[in-house]
């Protein structure tokens, strides 16, 4: 993901050039605690780590909780490769208060240096070196546990929490049993119980489709999941919902089935062309999917009656929040088939309104600019703001972005996995913070390392 990102910022000119935001940066905290606390410009500079693995402002501290290599606490085998998406839990054992359980994906690809090892009951395909892990953690963030959640898939990027506690992993590609020595399809969202992954196993959740996932949001009072296709290459991604069978049925209820279908914006096939922050487009609608395991075609590529269906480049990162679902699409190059050329877009839609907002537009040429080349995972803060994972070339950090639009610097990476001649850090990924928001937890994506980090958060 990390090369891909880099080659299209090269090829677009766009290395070296801030990105940035515009637009009501307030519509991303509406309805939210963090809206009530935003403002504040940052904690001060950072610190250079003597260890060498993260620079802090003073007054923070890390700790370094699990890095690729190490042994599982579980005795299953060694932590795996390429640390991705993750989500903080609450513990929910009488007794227990104060856990925080962390489930963590592994993007691994066939070539990963360290897959996710194969556990009896946990295992998709046995050829899959993707999967997630959990950490059990006590309240000041010692490790209690360690184990694999699940095994056997592929490519696990993102995913989100639900509304009942677990997490739903998403396989962001389309192989097929026999493509690269996969013995099953691949390209579907798994749930993962992160309090004892045994109860939710490896059963793919057939009905929400198989294509390049990457994110999902679920509406907490209609239980309507909303789901992002990364397709990088045209024909670019769509956007879903998945209308299930049992809504809000907790742990397995999502593999009742249910009906997946794609959104039409009338009259916009290729979301890249709106280019005006807070243009609205209500009367949306949505169609049912063909094929949702796409047994012949692609998804996107299936026949969605003589309106068509619209599309989006690199749509990631979606979660919900007050009334809505927000989405994102990282940016759009005409050079690989848009229709136009952005550098990412934060999209809203409304579903009781059936209304689609474009809430914020990334630079160069706006605001608000963000020191770094790339922003990739996102989060809310509690304290207020966003919290921005880098992704591209140089150091890698993460970025604080409050309401009012300023950026600081929150963390930098000090793992160099380059050369000393041609230098290379990992970039940050599965930002996250603990249920009482008392820590931040960050993944580094290459050498995986999961960081938990604390300091006056609510200053």
Partial sequence: MSATRRQVLARSGALGVGIAFTGALSELFAGTAAAQNLGHTGYGPLVPDPKGLLDLPKGFRYRVLSREGDQLRSGEGKVPSNHDGMAAFAGRSPGRHGRVHLVRNHENRPTAALAVPTVEGLT?????????TALTLDSRNNVLSERVAIAGTAVNCAGGPTPWGTWLTCEETEDKAGTNGYT???????????????????????????????????????????????????????????????????????????????????????????????????????????????????????????????????????????????????????????????????????????????????????DVQLPGESPDNICLAPSGGLMVCEDGNGAQHVFGVTRRGEVY???????????????????????????????????????????AVTGPWRR
């Avoid at 998709?124 to 997630?132: E, L, R, W």
Wanted: contains cysteine; hydrophobic residues 35%; aromatic residues 12%.
């Fill in 124 to 132: 998709y395909d046995p050829a899959g070196k993707g999967g997630c």
């Fill in 184 to 366: 099953k399809d691949h390209g579907f969202i798994f749930e993962v119980d992160p309090t004892d992954p045994h109860r939710s196993g490896a059963v793919p959740l057939t009905a929400m489709g198989r294509f390049q996932h990457e994110a999902i949001a679920v509406d907490p009072k209609r239980g309507v999941v909303y789901e992002t296709e990364d397709a990088f290459l045209k024909p670019f991604g769509l956007f879903y919902r998945f209308l299930p069978d049992k809504p809000l049925g907790g742990l397995g209820s999502l593999r009742a089935g249910g009906r997946l279908q794609a959104m039409r914006v009338p009259g916009v096939p290729d979301l890249s062309t709106i280019q005006e922050t807070g243009a609205a487009f209500d009367g949306i609608e949505w169609v049912d999917v063909p094929d949702p395991l796409a047994a012949q075609t692609p998804v996107r590529l299936q026949d969605f009656g003589p309106k068509g269906i619209t599309h989006a480049q690199k749509l990631e990162g979606c979660y919900w929040g007050g009334k809505s679902v927000y989405f994102v699409s990282s940016f759009a190059r005409s050079a690989d088939g848009s229709a136009a050329d952005h550098y990412g877009q934060i999209w809203r839609y409304d579903p009781s309104a059936r209304r689609l907002t474009l809430v914020i537009v990334f630079g160069p040429d706006t």
């Fill in 409 to 451: 610097p929150m963390a930098r990476g000090r793992q160099n996995i380059g050369t000393p001649e041609k230098p290379e850090w990992g970039e940050f990924a599965g930002v996250t913070f603990s249920p009482d928001g008392e820590t931040m937890y960050v993944n580094c994506y290459t050498p995986g390392t999961t960081f």
